[in-house]
């Protein structure tokens, strides 16, 4: 031995190497005990710990999907609901754990759903035999998987069945298809709202997943815990149900008749009707022609021949969805015609510069700026009052009356009744028309003239639908809004909305003074809108007849909007007929004619009875088109 060695070993003395010998004694007796124990644990309750092990790796963080809230309508009809759903999950994690487990479950998977087959999950096997989440099928009503469910759950007849479970999931579904489709809008995956309610309510309607954890106890029992999820809340819609069916029959009647007429294409290039209250500005119904279904929202079909739809390009196709989900009665703009004219009158009155007593000769054109402007009677109407100039609907009349108003009071006044401002209804994609009207440094005498007959500026429906009831009620300019009341899944009212009154804008002896001139134009024979005319009904409203742009072309948007009864006013109605299917498109017995069928059906329904003596035996039924039936 070396002095080194002997140095190094002089330094730990003979009882300290006694005890490094014990301990190094010790410890190797208990790791051969410790091997001794696994092994016994494995030989005797190996299944037990290797089903803990494996029903963590299959139960674990578990996610629990909300239900999207309802809309409802405002009897509480489901417009929108989320059904349940499953996916077919398999875990070849632990299909594979046991060789006993794979045939069985494979048999059971192919008896239960014709869809798969044995080759393919063997090969999905063979090929993923670690992977823990493979979707096999997806979106089954529990009637298609409740088979399956139940022979999993027979532990005892097929206790082999193994590495299978069901992820749940919702499905968006609309009762009622086409229904409403641009107010209630669709949904994509992930919950995401797409026009429509759907999508400016987005956050009510949505909730918040919860989690499911889950372990086999020492007993061999399956214990979990949950964080249940938080669903979403419901919306209860100030649209009715029996009113949007009526109106969008007659939507389509119109458009199928013109389009049987021999003419090509459907009956208007678009068709929009808004139904509301004007005494606290819900709409009671809100439609437009084309539209789509909901429930398969990416189909052309209704709209295009399969032909076209194959010819197009994929940009092409999602322009042409694009247009079918718009809501052209928020998302259009157009210049109005005459449906304007009672509100150039008001603004006269209110400002002062029109009595109520003037009188006016319409010898069918005025010289303006440079410019001859015509007439509706080329000829000429005569003398006119101005009640006999909203009846006739006299251009003439209203240029001339809007030489007193000026233009500073008619571009006050059109602020003041919403025109160049959105609405803010509660609906995504209103459109912005700041830049459609004039203001004092653009508006020369020809723009003030025309701009007094409806032409030469842009609205939207909704705007002109809110303007026009502010002139009929009284004067109160409410916010159009399209949900009455926000609940909890128990039905329990979180929020109730009211009418909102926003501001004034013509007073009530204002008010009343042209609503009789209203009145005049639909009760009188002479009037331009008789053939609104719901008989036994006091009724009041306006025509209208809007050259588009580019004038040369000579295409037309024709309007009506009215409101009954004449004392209390409770509905009123817009109907837009853009581009009618007709070789002359300038006449506003399109829209009336609509009109007169939708409020035929619609006051008796809301318990508006007739106020007026008529006689039946007199009565001429007339068609979507007019014609006597």
Not at 45 to 63: H, R
Not at 201 to 208: K, T
Not at 532 to 548: E, F, H, I, N
Request: proline fraction near 4%; include cysteine; hydrophobic fraction near 35%.
């Amino acid at each position: 031995m070396t002095a080194k060695r002997k140095k190094e070993l002089a330094k730990f003395p003979i009882r300290m190497r006694k005890k490094l010998v014990v301990t190094f004694g010790m410890i190797t007796v208990l790791l051969v005990a410790l091997i001794g124990r696994l092994m016994y644990i494995e030989a005797s309750s190996g299944e037990k710990y290797e089903k803990i092990v494996l029903s963590q790796q299959e139960y674990d963080s578990t996610i629990l999907p909300y239900q999207r809230g309802d809309i409802v309508d405002v009897k509480g009809t489901v417009l929108a609901t989320s059904t349940d759903v499953y996916n077919v999950i398999l875990d070849c994690k632990v299909l594979t754990s046991k060789e006993d487990y794979i045939e069985p479950t494979i048999d059971a998977l192919t008896e239960c759903f014709e869809e798969l087959s044995s080759e393919e999950l063997h090969q999905l096997v063979e090929e993923k035999p670690g992977s823990q989440y493979n979707k096999l099928l997806k979106k089954l009503p529990y009637d298609r998987i409740q088979k399956f469910v139940e022979m999993q759950n027979d532990t005892e007849g097929h206790p082999y069945i193994k590495g299978v479970w069901f992820e749940k999931e919702y499905l968006r579904s609309y009762p009622y298809g086409s229904l409403a489709a641009s107010a209630i809008g669709f949904t994509t995956s992930g919950n995401m709202g797409i026009g429509g309610l759907e999508d400016s309510y987005n956050d009510v309607l949505n909730g918040v997943d919860g989690r499911e954890y889950g372990y086999l106890n020492s007993d061999n029992n399956f214990e979990k815990t949950v964080k249940e999820p938080v669903n979403g809340q419901n919306i209860m819609t100030t649209i009715d149900v029996n009113i949007q069916s009526v109106v969008e029959k007659k939507i389509e009647e119109f458009n199928e008749a013109y389009r049987d007429a021999a003419y090509e294409g459907a009956g208007s290039k678009n068709t929009g009707v808004i139904v509301m209250n004007p005494q606290n500005g819900e709409i009671l119904a809100m439609a437009n022609y084309p539209t789509f279904d909901l429930n398969n929202p990416r189909d052309l079909s209704a709209s295009y021949s399969q032909e076209e739809i194959d010819a197009m390009s994929e940009e092409e196709q999602l322009d042409a969805l694009n247009d079918i989900w718009e809501n052209f009665c928020i998302t259009y703009t157009y210049e109005p015609g005459s449906t304007v004219k009672p509100l150039t009158v008001a603004t006269g009155l209110e400002t002062g510069t029109l009595s109520g007593e003037e009188s006016y000769y319409c010898d069918g054109y005025e010289w303006v700026g440079g410019h001859q402007i015509h007439c509706v009677n080329r000829n000429g109407h005569g003398q006119l009052t101005i009640e006999q100039a909203i009846m006739a609907s006299c251009n003439d009349a209203l240029m001339q009356m809007s030489y007193s108003i000026q233009k500073e009071n008619l571009i006050d006044y059109q602020k003041i009744f919403g025109f160049g401002q959105k609405t803010n209804i509660d609906l995504p994609g209103e459109a912005r028309t700041d830049t459609l009207v004039y203001t004092l440094d653009t508006m020369d005498d020809a723009s003030l003239a025309t701009n007094s007959f409806g032409q030469n500026f842009n609205v939207t429906m909704v705007q002109m639908a809110s303007a026009f009831s502010s002139l009929i009620n009284g004067g109160d300019y409410y916010q159009p809004h399209m949900v009455k009341k926000i609940m909890d899944e128990n039905g329990n009212v979180m929020e109730d909305i009211q009418g909102t009154v926003l501001k004034q804008t013509v007073s009530k002896e204002t008010s009343d003074q042209v609503k009789e001139y209203l009145y005049k134009t639909v009760s009188d024979p002479a009037g331009t809108g008789k053939t609104a005319k719901v008989a036994g009904y006091s009724m009041g409203g306006k025509t209208g007849t809007a050259q588009k742009q580019p004038r040369e072309e000579r295409k037309y948007l024709v309007s009506f909007i009215g409101y009954a009864p004449q004392d209390n006013p409770q509905v009123l109605i817009y109907v837009v007929v853009d581009e009618p299917n007709a070789l002359d498109q300038a006449h506003s017995s399109f829209a009336q004619n609509i009109a007169r069928e939708i409020m035929e059906e619609v006051l008796p329904y809301l318990g508006i009875y007739p106020d007026e003596e008529y006689d039946p035996a007199g009565v001429v039924d007339l068609d979507i088109m007019g014609n006597p039936t």
